[in-house]
């Protein structure tokens, strides 16, 4: 009865130490990253982050209803004027990616670009 009690003991504890890094990496709070809109610019203009983290990202306009849209990652985000907007999101391939203003919001909008670097 002692060896059957150790041998299930040492079962758990192995599986308790296989299983707890992917738990507590789980749990970890995704990034929050910060760009403000403002006609015709993304600040900051360039963002890096790594394949797999989760990120949240917040995007502010300081002035007219603004997007942001990165075709190649099947992101969107649009944000009101004056207001803020999330996106959760995990990118699942690496690269460089550049997104573009998707709201209409003036002369400058075709040259509004933010480029997002995807690591591993």
Known sequence: MKKFMSMILLGGIIAT???????LKAQAAPRRIEVTSKRFTF????????????????????????????????LD???????????KFTADKTGDFIGHCSVFCGSGHGSMALTLHVVD
Do not use: C
């Not at 130490?17 to 738990?23: I, K, M, N, Q, V």
């Not at 985000?77 to 996106?87: N, Y």
């Open 17 to 23: 130490a296989a299983f707890t890094p992917h738990f």
């Open 43 to 74: 600040e900051p203009g360039e963002i890096t982050v790594k394949k797999g983290e989760p990120v949240v990202l917040v995007l502010k306009s300081t002035d007219v209803a603004h997007g942001l849209r990165f075709r190649e990652l099947n």
């Open 77 to 87: 985000i649009k944000v009101p004027k004056g207001g803020t907007s999330e996106l």
